[in-house]
């Protein structure tokens, strides 16, 4: 029965993707809002949805190592395991003064992590911080949106309405295929013995992030790279200061020394190393994205 909940997952997962980039592109061209921005807002923060879930789910259960390797796991696969696939299935090319503002935010949201697990404990009060931070950051990217979406024939449906049911029905599908994608993952990885944090970092990590790996596939394929880009940069900044801080807030989450002294150095270095690629490359390519991914498979042998 796991198994078959895997593939009902992997099928629920790439359905939504197919939508939710359709509906996302055809409200970026009707509204002539950035695409960018769209990707950023409306897809990034959706495809996180699943984590919201289990994240939440996680820590009132009393699993709290799944709840923060399931946010910490999700930005390193977001940016080392998709950006690498994304890149292998389409040269990335995004560039402008509002990819900067973004990533720029994405590191700060990184690096702002290590102070509050310190502590030992992310509290309701740096959970408040967080929501606030992600409030403010909306308000910031709402406000300097950057150019607005160009039209094109790759472009999805060019009603409002009928793309706005594209994104809704996208992400109805995409919530539960992750969801029943991690309950057949994690059953399969407790039968073999494995720790809460490594299926928290990895099965889990990866199965709510698949939501945003069909998503930025299929905008690779429709040459759309900044809903890929946006995707996967608004993900990560949802992740932490949306996921993170209303979990926190629902219910304070202790923080396992790991978590501070490995795997949160390898998001913070991924973030980095994702910023100085999107900043100084103009396109990423295919062997890049071939070294990303080894990266990343390096990860979760070390993860272990």
């Known amino acids: 029965m796991d ?20 509906g996302s592109v055809g409200i970026a061209r009707r509204m002539a809002i950035p695409s960018l921005l769209i990707g950023l807002t409306v897809v990034g923060f959706g495809t996180s949805t699943p984590e919201l879930l289990v994240s939440v789910q996680a820590a009132m259960r009393g699993v709290p190592d799944i709840s923060i390797g399931n946010i910490v796991g999700s930005n390193i696969a977001n940016i080392l395991l998709i950006v690498g696939l994304t890149s292998l299935v389409w040269p990335i090319r995004v560039s402008g003064a509002t990819l900067r503002r973004d990533t720029a935010v994405m590191v700060a ?12 404990e992310i509290g309701r009060l740096p959970g408040l911080g967080l929501v606030a931070a992600l409030a403010g950051y909306l308000t910031w990217a709402y406000l300097q949106p950057g150019p607005a979406a160009e039209d094109d024939d790759t472009a999805g449906p060019t009603s409002v309405a009928i793309s706005t ?5 996208g992400l109805v599908a995409l919530m539960f295929g992750a969801r029943f994608l991690v309950d057949g993952s994690v059953s399969i990885a407790r039968s073999l013995g494995a720790s809460e944090a490594f299926i928290g970092l990895t099965i889990v990590a990866v199965g709510t992030s698949l ?21 996967i940069v608004g993900s990560n900044i949802f992740n932490i200061f949306g996921i993170l801080g209303v979990t926190a807030i629902i219910k304070p989450i202790p923080v396992a020394d790991r978590f501070l002294v490995f795997d949160l ?3 913070i270095a991924a973030t980095l190393g994702l910023t100085v690629l999107l900043l100084t490359r103009p396109v990423v390519g295919r062997i ?3 070294a990303v991914l080894a990266l990343y498979v390096g990860y979760v042998w070390f993860a272990q």
């Open 109 to 120: 949201a990184a690096l702002v992590l290590v102070p509050i697990f310190a502590t030992g």
């Open 288 to 290: 890049l994205g071939a």
């Open 165 to 169: 049911l594209w994104v809704a029905g």
């Open 211 to 231: 939501p945003e790996l069909a998503t930025s596939i299929i905008a690779a394929f429709r040459r759309q790279s900044e809903i890929a880009i946006g995707n």
């Open 3 to 22: 198994y078959i909940y895997v593939v009902a997952g992997l099928i629920g997962l790439f359905l939504g993707g197919e939508a939710l980039v359709r």
């Open 265 to 267: 150095p390898v998001m």
